[in-house]
């Protein structure tokens, strides 16, 4: 054999390869995992902006649960605003109101926990979420009627569970305008001798300036 | 630490192939070159760690082998070579009987380099499998360009001697 034939010989050793599966298992076990792959891709563009899609949904629904005060509140304030500019002009005034339940709702369980650093910010919501509901109400809307009671009825149970009254000009005076218009329209109608009666209570109510329970008597002889 | 890791899977993807065959065709047996190569690489990757400034990732891999092809021999007796239908070698031919002629030669060049000197096999893997220059053997063994030179010739001599003796290649 000549020194020719016999480097040939040895270069077909080349040949010689390890197994694909197992140089890939190797290196995976070697280096903990597949080097392509990062887990955290911040470089990666794409993966990048998915991650973040998923950070975002998983913040706001975090924040579904926060409190006035605490760190995720602000994220469920504007989540809450960017669904409001998708509620259609009808369903606005039902938004209103469900965030004004909302807010006593919050203030309620702030109340309960006893965490009174948060009280303040709590109140204030309360009073800008009825603020914000009370606004566009119509007499001549037996719907808006009842949810302006409705609201009434949880305000004042928040004031029980807080012990303090939350004062609320705007509700006030939803109460005393709705009430004045809605008796000045029952004065315009032929009434029979029991709806009479409950007019002059609501007249009576209305004197003393109690313009919710003048409501009330209307709503439940409404039913 | 991840960028440390994804140099070193570059170093692993350029050398596997080589570390590989260089332990394989010493110890001959699949399993025992994967458990080798494996530790070559786990070695490597944990100096790799403390020190990445390595001027010489061959040389530095082939070291890591051949120290743990020696520490193999010497805490177990060579007794046996595998046969050559569990050897996994890739061939691209497409004829049988080629293939098989083939095989054969590079079983017995290989029975035969295994058979050689340690110093000798590393030159003539090195040069005639791995490609490396003189200069880079030299560089690999801290020896001469030229003291390196004479050793090759003489591996390659010492090769070929033994060839011509083995029956296979005679016959």
């Known amino acids: 054999m000549t020194e020719k034939e016999l480097i040939g010989k040895v270069q077909e050793l080349r040949q010689i390869k390890p197994r694909k599966d197992w140089v890939l298992s190797n290196k995976v076990s070697l280096l903990g995992e597949d080097t392509g792959f990062t887990f955290f891709p911040y470089f990666k563009p794409a993966l990048a902006g998915l991650v973040s899609v998923f950070v975002l949904f998983g913040l706001f629904g975090f924040s579904q649960n926060s409190v006035p005060g605490s760190f995720l509140y602000s994220i469920k304030k504007i989540t809450e605003k960017s669904q409001s500019f998708f509620v259609s002009d009808e369903g606005k005034t039902d938004f209103a109101f469900n965030l004004a339940d909302k807010r006593m709702e919050e203030l309620t369980r702030i109340a309960g926990n006893n965490q009174v650093k948060n009280l303040p910010q709590a109140i204030t919501e309360v009073q800008a979420s009825i603020s914000e509901a009370v606004k566009n109400l119509s007499s001549s809307d037996q719907k808006d009627l009842e949810k302006l009671a409705e609201l009434g009825k949880n305000k004042q149970i928040a004031e029980q569970i807080l012990a303090a009254q939350i004062d609320s000009e705007e509700l006030d005076n939803a109460y005393m305008n709705l009430t004045e218009s809605l008796i000045q329209d029952l004065e315009t109608r032929t009434l029979t001798e029991e709806k009479q009666e409950i007019l002059i209570q609501m007249k009576e109510l209305f004197e003393l300036g109690d313009y919710q329970q003048a409501l009330e008597l209307y709503l439940v002889n409404q039913q | ?171």
């Not at chain 2, 805490?75 to 061939?91: C, G, H, L, W």
């Open chain 2, 1 to 171: 630490m991840a960028n440390y890791k994804k140099e070193f899977g570059k170093i692993y993807d350029q050398y596997i192939n080589k570390i590989y065959r260089f332990i394989f065709v010493k110890v001959s047996s699949e399993d025992i070159a994967q458990d080798l190569c494996s530790e070559t690489f786990l070695k490597g990757w944990e100096s790799y760690k403390n020190n990445p400034n390595i001027e010489n990732p061959s040389a530095f891999l082939y070291r890591i082998a051949r120290n743990l092809v020696i520490d193999h021999y010497r805490q177990k007796a060579r007794t046996q070579f595998v046969s050559p239908e569990t050897v996994p070698i890739i061939d691209p031919s497409q004829r049988i009987e080629e293939n098989a002629a083939l095989n054969s030669d590079m079983d017995q060049v290989k029975i035969v380099l295994a058979d050689l000197k340690e110093d000798y096999q590393n030159m003539i893997i090195w040069h005639y499998l791995d490609q490396l220059s003189v200069p880079e053997i030299a560089k690999l063994t801290g020896k001469t360009e030229d003291a390196t030179r004479v050793k090759l010739c003489r591996a390659l001599k010492s090769l070929r001697e033994r060839c011509n003796k083995s029956d296979h290649f005679t016959s």
